[in-house]
Structure formats: structure tokens, C-alpha cells
């Protein structure tokens, strides 16, 4: 996958910043590093999550020969009558006739092995037989997209320790010079609908 793809951004290491302190040493916050790089030195990526996705899904279409994408929202599993094992899905898709409006249609896909990856909100979790743990919620990240800000470790991510909760900063684009900032809010999660998440100027 190209980078360009993705407009990832090369991330070094991370600092880490306490309330009321410019220390960005990073010699006493280094860990060790288990993920080898092609520069050799300890380096991550960072980037949009909807670029990467779909860079991924494009580069599934395009390089793999033996691998068929289909689009389809999963409605249930299907599982074999005799064991219960999960031998497959039921989901829907969109068929487009000529002339007319798409209509939907449901339909049973099998496969040996089923993976199930729709996230911490997983409508599939709770099912008989998926040794999955429910998801404990303690607090929820609430993320804003910087533009043109300096940081105080350019191409570094930044966690800045606050009594509120830690705040990470890092960048996830060459266009724009864009950051990301993330806040942990402890508890429920703020209403987009009153007003509590409103994007502001």
C-alpha cells in the first residue's frame, strides 16, 4: 500500500509532558522497541482511519487474485443445524437494476472460518457460543483534528499528563499539517445532540 494513499505521517517516539513542565527529554520515557523499521530507528504511522480503510479495501480489489469483496450489511450468523457452529452469515445487499431503483436482497454466504470484527458495539458479541467479554466502558476518548499547530516534538506523539485525564496529541497528515487531539472523558459520553459536542470556529 502506498503511502501516498493514506497521507501517513511518520511518528518517531512519544513524549511525555506533565501539567507545567517543557521537559521532552525522551531518554527517561523510552521503552523497549520489539517492532523492526526499514531506517532502523523506532518509528510508527499515523493517519486518517478512512484513508487507510479504504486504501486496504482498494489494494484487496486490485492485488489479491483469489480474494472476491462484497459489500453487504450482515444481519445474523448461520450456524450448522447439528453443532451450532458458526458456519457462515446472512446478510443484505443492494442490487441495482437498470432503470429502476435498487432493491435488497438477502442472502446466505458460507465460509469455514467466520470472522467477526464489527467493533466494541459488536451486535454479534451477546450470541450464544462467541467467547467474547463485554465491553467495559470507564471513559471514552473525544478527538479534534488540529490544523497548523506546533508541536513540542514535531513528527513525536505528545501525551500530556492533566488532572483531568492524559490528552494525546499527534499528526496525521502532510496536507495541512494536520494533529489530532484526543481527550479522555471520564464517564458518559457527551451528547453531540445538545449541543456538548457542537464544532465550533
Known amino acids: ?37 526499514a531506517s532502523g530507528r ?36 448461520v450456524r450448522c443445524e447439528d453443532s451450532t457452529r458458526v458456519i457462515g452469515i446472512s446478510a443484505a445487499f443492494k442490487v441495482a437494476k437498470e432503470g429502476q ?24 458479541r451477546s450470541q450464544p457460543g462467541l467467547k467474547l467479554p463485554p465491553p467495559m466502558t470507564r471513559s471514552h476518548f473525544v478527538g479534534v483534528v488540529l490544523k497548523d499547530i506546533k508541536l513540542p516534538l514535531p513528527r513525536h506523539g505528545t501525551v500530556c499528563l492533566t488532572p483531568e485525564g492524559p490528552v494525546l496529541f499527534y499528526q496525521i497528515g502532510n496536507k495541512g499539517e494536520e494533529t489530532r487531539m484526543l481527550v479522555d472523558v471520564k464517564g458518559k459520553l457527551p451528547s453531540a445532540a445538545d449541543g456538548s459536542l457542537k464544532v465550533r470556529d
Not at 486496504?56 to 492485488?63: A, F, S, T, Y
Not at 431503483?101 to 451486535?123: H, L, M, R, W
Open 1 to 37: 500500500m502506498d503511502q501516498q494513499d493514506v497521507d501517513e505521517k511518520h511518528l518517531n517516539d512519544t513524549g511525555v509532558n506533565e501539567k507545567g513542565s517543557s521537559n521532552t527529554d525522551l531518554s527517561k520515557t523510552t521503552a523497549p522497541w520489539y517492532v523492526p523499521s
Open 42 to 77: 523506532k518509528e510508527g504511522r499515523s493517519f486518517h482511519h478512512g484513508r487507510v480503510i479504504s486504501a486496504l479495501r482498494n489494494k484487496c480489489r486490485n492485488d489479491a487474485p483469489n480474494l472476491t469483496v462484497v459489500e453487504g450489511t450482515v444481519r445474523n450468523l
Open 101 to 124: 431503483e435498487a432493491e435488497t436482497v438477502v442472502q446466505n454466504i458460507y465460509a469455514p472460518i467466520t470472522i467477526v470484527a464489527d467493533g466494541c458495539f459488536s451486535k454479534f
